[in-house]
């Protein structure tokens, strides 16, 4: 019996044996019920996973890696699912390990500032709870009323208002891992202090690449006691971006910068989360202030409402009220899931740009889409430089999704060149592999490799993912496990696993 | 009738995932099959042929979708996510038949001569107060509640609301009666809500006719065919919708529903019928009663002294966007207290037939929601949908929760009795 069958055998029983740790209904094996799993937030890339599991606490999460480690099979952990550079797709040879029932945020500790949650918790769902004691969980990407916390941490999630208070790596204290052996372990410190290497912050952002987070603990900011909220719109795209660098130049940091463009603006105003924004700008700068003295914010307000008048601004508005405020914010958030009024398919792209070439760098874009006859519509947080082109097309049209992939090659490549990277806050994924290359080098990569080694020597959690290393051989040279080639425990898994999870 | 038969609805999903959270299946598994985007992408695979109609795996998660909605009003791009799943229910439908139960059930509560014959049954078993005794979770003991909760009631859960104001002249004083002009409308009276809820319909009658609306009935109306759409029974529901528009005429009289459901059902005529255009106009007409006494205010009656959590129903809330009206309803209650649940918005598990044929889920769904109410306790649950009505009731009854149900305008009508105002 050659090492391939026996691990064929074995995977012939595996949805039998992950429903014995899970519950059989909590194992999917069915084709349309994989289909539905095949796609993130970015559904241009689709990958139908061999085998779909939902366990329903850590200590499954952990039996389940057991499991897949004993067998040599690959996963890959998901969260909602709302990713945006197919980072949490599986192919038909790896299982999909999805975390949304792990669901419970286990403490609150309002005197500490912090919260313990489940991987599964969703964002907006921690500060809501985290409410009634004035608190709340800062990093707010745009779809956080659906995303998950362990998406966030994966991820490094950022959003609107990680402007002033920091992306999700800021907020993170403390991990318990599932490592790819089904080995648990403790990163950072139980009070969230800094202990030994920076092992919290070298997961964070590690796009599943290190293991699964069963336990996240998290900083819990207040609420700020004042905040104003300004609508600034421009009658051209260029004086918005100038505007933006002479807002950061003030000294005064904003909650928030963020920029759309009319393309984004019409979108969202034909939508039920319209917020008032004038359709006939071409582009409407959002800004928020916020502080803990009213006085102090106000004049920060009136300070930065100058300034944008001074740059061009037709219109400043402040938000009379929350309930304008959450207007405001609501239309920006969603403006990304409006981007399907333009046109069925959509690519979302989210590269960064030193502030300072924001003006360039959209003008460029705009000859980019021009030259290739699309639509491009922009939303982003103008305040990092951090730019989200959304490309609609209609994918049934032949030849159109090539156009659309070179256009979007052509960006990041303007992007880069204006000293700029290759994802602020999406990930690398799978969307971006393509890019890697052009801004590590071979040792770069190979170093990046070496470190996701070390919590996965196998390469069995997330495989294919964010290091392109099948792609390039001669900088793929770090030594892997030995048995790489055949013998190896994976190349017996690599079938159709769903064919034999039958 | 589109091409496409309702499937280019689903053309602008973005694959954004805001959906997931307003999905009370989605809630309840945690699974992508069972949340909207999930079955959009089931809805889609069965447009284009990749994946068949007689695969249990997509029949199993179209077959637990709800129908609530309640993933559309969030959707920024807009997706007709309600027409795309009648589309794929009808590809299931014209593949496997209807489920034996499904076609029990619809005729039991819809044929023309079997129900009024199930109703009349119902309504003595009702009225020999059994059904209120045997409300429990197992399957019998909930259909029991679920007829329990169809009784006519005074006042709320076991305190017995205080008569405060019966007769008394205070409040009227201050609200005279509205002139004496009246307009027209007329009542759509459905086949549960005719059958098992006339007393709501009552009810109806009178505080429209305090707010200065003259009722009429319309002998050749038939079931609006909401039952029959969700369960991939297009033809017939289209010919139930074709008897309708010709029933109710081609002139510009409002139609007044107080289902939720029905009012749903009747304002998609216009993708139904074969004469859009007709089926439009007919749907312009129809009106919620919360509308209509909305518009009129409507007149305050006299004190009840009772809390009372709102609970929308999905097809009101979602399918026709109505939120203030009913609240503007109870309103005109004086001291009544009205209370909303964090989760009012989210589906109770009615889902007409869903309760009877995915008892599972629908109790799954129901779950979240009677926790939140049996911490609030209030006296009183309304919701204005027979379905919601009895699902809540025979929730709560199973739950002991001390709570009844009744349909808003029950409230109103009672404070306006209190009032005096049909001495």
């Not at chain 2, 069965?46 to 994946?51: I, K």
């Not at chain 2, 038949?97 to 039991?108: C, S």
Request: hydrophobic content about 45%; some cysteine.
């Amino acid at each position: 019996m050659t090492a391939g069958t026996a691990t064929a055998e074995r995977g012939g029983s595996l949805a039998a044996a992950l429903g014995e740790i899970v519950g059989a209904r909590h194992v999917r094996t069915a084709l349309p019920e994989r289909v539905t799993f095949a796609r993130d937030g970015l559904p241009t890339h689709r990958h139908v996973p061999g085998v779909v599991v939902l366990p329903g606490s850590r200590d499954e999460v952990v039996a389940v890696v057991r499991l897949l480690a004993a067998l040599g099979v690959p996963f890959v952990p998901r969260g909602a699912g709302t990713g945006l550079s197919g980072g949490a797709l599986a192919d038909d040879d790896a299982v999909l390990i999805v975390l949304t029932r792990l669901n419970r945020i286990l403490a609150i500790d309002p005197v500490n500032r912090i919260a313990v949650v489940e991987p599964g918790v969703v964002n907006v769902r921690l500060s809501a709870a985290a409410a009634p004691h004035g608190l709340y969980y800062s990093p707010d990407p745009s779809s956080q009323t659906a995303c998950t916390i362990g998406g966030n941490v994966a991820e490094n999630a950022g959003g609107p208002h990680c402007l002033k208070y920091g992306v999700t790596a800021t907020h993170v204290l403390g991990l318990e891992v599932v490592l790819a052996d089904g080995q648990v372990v403790e990163l950072g410190s139980p009070g969230g202090e800094p202990w030994g290497p920076d092992l919290v912050g070298l997961f964070v952002g590690s796009e599943g690449n290190f293991g699964i987070a069963t336990r996240i603990r998290v900083r819990l900011l207040p609420v700020p006691r004042a905040i104003r909220t300004l609508l600034a719109d421009f009658s051209a795209l260029r004086t918005a971006g100038e505007a933006v660098s002479a807002v950061i130049a003030s000294g005064i940091v904003p909650a928030a910068l963020e920029m759309m463009d009319q393309s984004c603006i019409n979108a969202v105003e034909d939508s039920v989360y319209a917020a008032g924004y004038p359709r006939d700008a071409a582009a409407v700068l959002l800004v928020e202030l916020d502080g803990c003295r009213e006085e102090a914010v106000a004049a920060d307000a009136d300070t930065i409402a100058g300034i944008l008048r001074a740059h061009g601004a037709r219109g400043v508005l402040s938000a009379a009220d929350a309930k304008q405020r959450e207007r405001l914010w609501q239309g920006r958030k969603k403006a990304f899931g409006a981007m399907g009024r333009l046109s069925r398919d959509l690519v979302v792209q989210d590269a960064v740009v030193p502030r300072s070439t924001l003006p360039d760098v959209l003008e460029a874009i705009g000859r980019i889409a021009t030259a290739y006859g699309l639509t491009v519509s922009n939303v982003f947080h103008a305040g990092d430089g951090n730019l989200h082109p959304n490309i609609s097309f209609d994918g049934r049209v032949p030849g159109l999704k090539a156009r659309v992939d070179q256009a979007s090659g052509e960006i990041m490549a303007v992007c880069i060149a204006a000293g700029g990277t290759i994802t602020g806050e999406h990930g690398i994924g799978l969307d971006k592999l393509r890019y890697m290359p052009l801004i590590f080098d071979g040792d770069a990569l190979a170093a990046m490799r070496a470190v996701r080694l070390v919590f996965d020597p196998l390469e069995r959690v997330n495989p294919g993912k964010v290091v392109p290393i099948h792609a390039c051989r001669e900088w793929s040279g770090v030594r892997t496990h030995p048995g790489r080639e055949p013998g190896d425990p994976r190349a017996g898994a690599r079938g159709e696993l769903s064919e034999l999870a039958r | 009738m589109t091409e496409r038969g309702g499937f280019e609805g689903l053309d602008s999903c973005v694959h954004c995932g805001f959906c997931l959270q307003a999905c009370p299946t989605f809630l309840a598994t945690g699974d992508e099959s069972d949340s909207p985007r999930g079955r959009i992408e089931l809805m889609r695979a069965l447009e284009t042929g990749e994946l068949a109609p007689a695969d249990p795996g997509v029949a199993l998660h179209l077959d637990r979708c709800l129908g609530c909605r309640g993933c559309e009003p969030v959707c920024p791009s807009g997706v007709s996510y309600g027409r795309g799943l009648e589309a794929a229910r009808a590809l299931l439908t014209e593949r496997r038949g209807v489920p034996p139960l499904v076609r029990a059930a619809l005729g039991a509560l819809t044929g023309a001569d079997v129900s009024r014959f199930v109703y009349a049954v119902a309504r003595l078993l009702r009225a020999s107060g059994l059904p209120r005794r045997l409300a429990a979770w197992n399957r019998l003991g909930f259909a029991m509640g679920m007829l329990a909760a169809t009784a006519p009631k005074v006042g709320g859960g076991r305190r017995r609301s205080v008569e405060v104001g019966r007769g008394a002249p205070h409040s009227n004083l201050h609200h005279p009666a509205p002139s004496s002009t009246t307009s027209p409308v007329l009542l759509f009276r459905g086949c549960v809500m005719e059958g098992l809820f006339s007393h709501v319909h009552d009810a109806t009658i009178r505080t429209l006719q305090v707010n200065g609306y003259e009722i009429r009935e319309v002998p050749a109306q038939v079931c609006c065919g909401a039952l029959h759409a969700h369960a991939g029974l297009r033809d017939e529901a289209r010919r139930l919708a074709q008897t309708n528009v010709a029933a109710f005429g081609d002139d510009d009289t409002p139609i007044v529903v107080n289902s939720a459901g029905c009012g749903a059902m009747l304002k998609e005529y216009g993708h139904l019928v074969d004469t859009p255009a007709k089926g439009r106009a007919f749907a312009a007409r129809v009106r919620d009663v919360s509308e209509l006494l909305a518009e009129r205010g409507p007149r305050p009656g006299a004190p009840l002294d009772m809390t009372v959590a709102y609970d929308p129903p999905c097809h009101l809330l979602h399918a026709q966007r109505i939120a203030e009206p009913p609240e503007r309803m109870l309103r005109a209650i004086p001291v009544m207290r009205v209370i909303s649940m964090p989760d009012a918005a989210q589906c109770c598990g009615s889902a007409g037939l869903f309760t009877l044929v995915e008892p599972a889920m629908s109790r799954a769904v129901l779950a979240p929601k009677l926790a939140s109410l049996a911490e609030a306790r209030p006296q009183v649950v309304a919701t204005g949908n027979p379905g919601c009505l009895m699902q809540l009731g025979a929730g709560l009854a199973a739950a002991g929760v001390p709570a009844t149900v009744r349909h808003p305008v029950e409230l109103l009508d009672e404070s306006y009795r209190g009032a005096g105002y049909y001495a």
